[in-house]
C-alpha cells in the first residue's frame, strides 16, 4: 500500500517541522500507540471515526476533509493496483503470443522430421 504523505506531512506540520520521534508524539496527543500512527502512515488501516474527530480538532480541519486525506490514499492505492493489473494482462498476452509461435515452430519442427524419417530411412 502507498504511504500517506499528506497525513505524514500534517504530522511533522504539527510537530513544528521536526519529524524525528514525530510519531511518538503525535500518538501521545492522540492517546494511542505509535503502532496505530505508523499503520495510518503506511497506509494499512485508517482512524476510526473517534480518531477522525479527534484529528479533526488537533489539525482544525473538518472531519471531510480529514477523512479525504485518506481516502485519497486509498484511492491512489487502487489506481497504481489497477496500473499494475493492466501491466499484468499485458503480460499475458505477450506470452501468450510467444506461446502460440513456439507451438507454430513445434509443429512445423515435427513435421520436419517426419518427413526426414520417412524419406531418409536407413
Do not use: C, H
Amino acid at each position: 500500500m502507498p504511504k500517506n504523505l499528506v497525513f505524514e506531512k500534517m504530522i511533522i506540520e504539527f510537530n513544528k517541522g521536526f519529524s524525528l520521534g514525530s510519531q511518538a508524539k503525535f500518538a501521545r496527543e492522540m492517546n494511542i500507540t505509535p503502532q496505530l500512527v505508523n499503520s495510518w502512515l503506511k497506509g494499512k488501516s485508517v482512524p476510526s471515526p473517534a480518531n477522525m474527530e479527534k484529528l479533526s480538532k488537533i489539525f482544525n480541519k473538518s472531519q471531510e476533509e480529514i477523512q479525504g486525506v485518506f481516502t485519497q490514499n486509498l484511492e491512489e492505492q487502487y489506481v497504481t493496483d489497477d496500473d499494475k493489473i493492466l501491466k499484468y494482462k499485458e503480460k499475458i498476452k505477450l506470452l501468450e503470443e510467444k506461446i502460440k509461435i513456439l507451438e507454430e515452430r513445434n509443429s512445423f519442427l515435427e513435421e520436419q522430421i517426419k518427413f526426414y524419417k520417412e524419406n531418409f530411412k536407413r
